[in-house]
């Protein structure tokens, strides 16, 4: 399906064409009762699109924009206007009152439909958004959101032609602008790129050679990383509809009113940086769903699903991986003598410690008040023991409370595991248990081994 459009019509003919024509092209399209109905119909349905027609009034038409920009349930539902030449509006009051685009009819069919798929694109980013909007609010505390200039790239077959392009933008447009060479685009790394949206542009009658540079850019991942607008002068309905089955989120066939590409451009710009917000604030959710706060190091979730993993790999290589549980000794007493504060700076001070001197492929974790867990992976009995060693002598040398009238210093005991592929984690956890309280046996601040049966 191509999604559920909503047609406001005063006409019954249209109303009638117009569904025909959708319904063809896969769209699910449903009338709306009347003029006056018409946002509370939207309400009821929300569809993916709304399409109003302006034989109903520019005044009418911006009304019921700003309504349905106005309810929470309807602001995010893309707006394209048809309007007969002469407006008897301005085309900019619709798109400020809410609109996402205005079309001269008569709309040939193939540039209608075109549009409708790029218009439905990006209702799917929007409703894409409002999901991971929730799904922040769930997971994580959300960050502030900082609003940047946005950021337009001209690209042209030639330099000048780019170079046109960003002064006609940049009389209006208060964000930067820079010209690209036509072929750098391709081989950008989507993740960093710099620019917002790409402005592309053709010389008149030359529209081929930027469709099939959009074409290109279209196949990689790098085109879904910008908002796209294409300048095609002179271009035929084929040439229109081929740039937004491209990926070219708008398309005019003359320079557009300055005012009015530079709100367009905004608004991609504004899409891409709520799109970035929401991925470093899921970032920042699974950061925190997966790190223990205190010592910033992983938690005992994170640990477990990392131990299965290990031993996967362990058993699919045929090879060991070592599993240390690291206690602190007598840490109750540290917090009955010293304060809860100063076991927390123990708790981290060790981490950091156990942090700097693991390998970039060693697990550690903190799995519970005073528990700390090391797994080694490609790991022998004594680079097992010989690391546990060395963590008990870094832990030991430590120093606490230097600059107070009682200084102290920590001490760990260490038990130790080694796993072949294939057994159960609870089974190696067991194993590690065992050789802990060994450890503790010994009188503390030891390391002692429990291998387990291959």
């Known amino acids: 399906m191509g999604g559920r459009i909503l047609v406001i019509d005063d006409i019954v003919t249209n109303r009638i064409v117009l569904k025909t024509k959708l319904s063809a092209a896969h769209f699910r399209v449903t009338i709306s009762s009347s003029v006056d109905s018409a946002v509370e119909d939207a309400t009821k349905q929300v569809p993916d699109l709304v399409f109003l027609s302006l034989n109903i009034g520019g005044a009418r038409a911006q009304t019921i924009c700003r309504n349905l920009k106005a309810r929470p349930e309807t602001n995010h539902i893309p707006i394209l206007c048809f309007a007969q030449v002469p407006l008897d509006c301005p085309e900019i009051d619709l798109l400020d009152a809410g ?10 069919d193939e540039v209608l439909l075109s549009k409708a798929r790029a218009m439905n694109r990006t209702a799917r980013k929007y409703k894409d958004i409002r999901l ?8 994580s505390v959300p960050r502030r959101m900082t609003k940047r200039a946005a950021s337009v790239g001209c690209v042209s077959r030639h330099y000048a032609s780019a170079d046109k392009l960003r002064s006609g933008l940049a009389s209006e447009f208060a964000g930067i ?26 010389e008149r009658g030359d529209c081929s050679s930027t469709l099939n540079l959009l074409s290109e850019l279209n196949a990689t991942r790098a085109g879904q990383a910008h908002g796209i607008v294409c300048i095609l002068p002179g271009a035929q309905r084929r040439e229109i509809a081929k740039a937004y089955d491209c990926g070219a989120d708008h398309v005019f066939d003359e320079f557009p009113d300055a005012n009015v590409l530079s709100l367009q451009i905004q608004r991609l710009s504004d899409i891409r940086q709520r799109d970035e917000y929401l991925t470093v604030c899921i970032q920042d959710g ?21 131990l299965d993993k290990m031993s996967q790999v362990a058993q699919q290589t045929k090879s060991n991986f070592a599993l240390l549980i690291l206690d602190i000794d007598h840490f109750k007493s540290i917090n009955d003598r010293y304060g809860h504060l100063a076991g927390d700076l123990v708790l981290q001070q060790i981490a950091e410690t156990l942090r700097n001197t693991l390998d970039e492929p060693d697990l550690l974790a903190r799995i519970g008040g005073e528990e700390f867990l090391v797994a080694l992976p490609y790991c022998t009995e004594n680079s097992a023991l010989g690391i546990a060693e060395k963590l008990r002598r870094k832990i030991e040398a430590l120093q606490f409370g230097e600059q107070s009238d009682a200084p102290f210093a920590v001490t760990i005991s260490i038990g130790a595991t080694l796993s072949h592929g294939g057994c159960l984690i609870e089974d190696i956890m067991r194993a590690a248990d065992q050789a802990l309280y060994s450890a ?10 429990s291998l387990m049966a291959a």
């Open 177 to 202: 602008v820079d010209v690209l060479e036509h072929g750098e685009i391709l081989f950008s790394n989507p993740a960093s790129s710099a620019y917002d949206v790409l402005l592309f542009g053709a």
């Open 286 to 306: 699974l950061q925190m769903a997966t790190t223990d706060s205190l010592t910033g190091v992983r938690n005992r979730r994170y640990a477990m699903s990392k």
């Open 99 to 108: 609109a996402g685009a205005v079309m001269i009819n008569p709309v040939p």
């Open 132 to 139: 991971r909007e929730n799904f922040v609010s769930e997971i």
């Open 440 to 449: 503790k046996s010994k009188g503390r601040n030891a390391v002692s081994l």
